[in-house]
């Protein structure tokens, strides 16, 4: 991985979210059943400390406690603690995130000629939406459709993902509004410019939004 991309990722994770005090960041349940994630969700959601993504009036970051059955806990600064850095909580996020990365099987969408449009990731794990803000994603994507990409997340399981230039966004608008209005977890119908200068909403496929 190049340096410039590792710097992207620990910059992307720690700006997008406030500085608090060490118990707010640690408020983990001391179980083997769980670990620490940072997941992306709606503004509704209001989780206790979060941070909207650049540009973005809808999508927040968040950390939580995930456990394996994909039950998400808001980090709050009450409840059960145990001892452990905010560094230590960021490694072990980004850690799982990237394992998760590993094992996506987007669906390549084509055109009449064969020509890959547009990518589409479903998966269980509420991390998924996550993987966005990994330098792995930009890299493997950016192979397909070049160094610009434009993201969707309407739901915390599901990602699209399409060249910047020449896409099919326009006729998927309508497919991922109902995604995020039909998810048990939605995130937002925003938009997401994705580049090695980082990430940014640019719009929003709700034209009353």
Same mark, same amino acid.
């Given at each position: 991985m190049a340096r410039k991309d590792q710097r992207f990722s620990l910059l992307t994770l720690l700006l997008l979210l406030p500085f608090v005090p060490l118990t707010s960041l640690c408020s983990l349940m001391a179980s083997d059943e769980s670990f620490p994630s940072l997941l992306l969700g709606g503004y509704f959601e209001r989780p206790p400390v979060s941070r909207f993504l650049p540009g973005s009036r809808?999508?927040?970051?968040?950390?939580? =406690?995930?456990?394996?059955?994909?039950?998400?806990?808001? %980090?709050?600064?009450?409840?059960?603690? +145990? *001892?452990?850095?905010?560094d230590s909580f960021l490694k072990k996020a980004q850690e799982r995130s990237s394992l998760l990365l590993a094992t996506l099987n987007p669906a390549?969408?084509?055109?009449?000629?064969?020509?890959?449009?547009?990518?589409?990731?479903?998966? =269980?794990?509420?991390?998924?939406?996550?993987?966005?803000? %990994?330098?792995?994603?930009?890299?493997? +994507? *950016?192979?397909?459709?070049?160094?610009?990409?434009?993201?969707?997340?309407?739901?915390?399981?599901?990602?699209?993902?399409?060249?910047?230039?020449?896409?099919?966004?326009?006729?998927?608008?309508?497919?991922?509004?109902?995604?995020?209005?039909?998810?048990?977890?939605?995130?937002?119908?925003?938009?997401?410019?994705?580049?090695?200068?980082?990430?940014?909403a640019i719009g929003n496929v709700d034209a009353s939004e």
């Amino acid at each position: 991985m190049a340096r410039k991309d590792q710097r992207f990722s620990l910059l992307t994770l720690l700006l997008l979210l406030p500085f608090v005090p060490l118990t707010s960041l640690c408020s983990l349940m001391a179980s083997d059943e769980s670990f620490p994630s940072l997941l992306l969700g709606g503004y509704f959601e209001r989780p206790p400390v979060s941070r909207f993504l650049p540009g973005s009036r809808k999508t927040l970051l968040f950390p939580a =406690d995930l456990d394996h059955d994909n039950r998400v806990l808001p %980090l709050a600064s009450s409840g059960r603690l +145990f *001892s452990t850095s905010w560094d230590s909580f960021l490694k072990k996020a980004q850690e799982r995130s990237s394992l998760l990365l590993a094992t996506l099987n987007p669906a390549m969408i084509r055109d009449s000629r064969g020509v890959i449009q547009m990518a589409v990731i479903t998966n =269980d794990s509420p991390l998924t939406a996550s993987c966005i803000l %990994l330098p792995g994603f930009l890299k493997r +994507f *950016s192979a397909i459709f070049g160094p610009e990409l434009i993201v969707a997340v309407p739901a915390r399981n599901k990602i699209y993902v399409f060249p910047k230039l020449a896409n099919q966004l326009p006729s998927m608008t309508e497919t991922i509004r109902d995604d995020y209005l039909i998810s048990p977890q939605p995130v937002s119908t925003e938009l997401f410019e994705l580049s090695n200068k980082g990430i940014r909403a640019i719009g929003n496929v709700d034209a009353s939004e």
